[in-house]
């Protein structure tokens, strides 16, 4: 399986630092939360923060879409 690519920017919602990651066929948020750890959260906590900053209503995911994901925790 090839490694999302990931590239650092501004978290939209957070204010702190993101990861923009691909998804890939097979990834899942829970899969993507746990290569993606945030300091001081729990892989659950970690999703959740990745469906906030995504306005995600779901897990659903489609290849090819770009996920910000957090790097820190508020």
Do not use: C, H, Y
């Not at 630092?17 to 970690?46: F, M, Q, R, Y």
């Amino acid at each position: 399986k090839q490694e999302p690519q990931v590239s650092e920017i501004p978290g939209p919602k957070t204010g702190f630092p993101a990861n923009v990651v691909e998804v890939t066929a097979g990834d899942t948020l829970w899969n993507i939360a746990e290569k993606n750890p945030i300091d001081g959260l729990s892989i659950a906590e970690t999703v959740d923060a990745i469906k906030m900053v995504n306005d995600l209503d779901s897990g659903l995911l489609v290849p090819g879409m770009e996920l910000s994901v957090p790097t820190a925790a508020r």
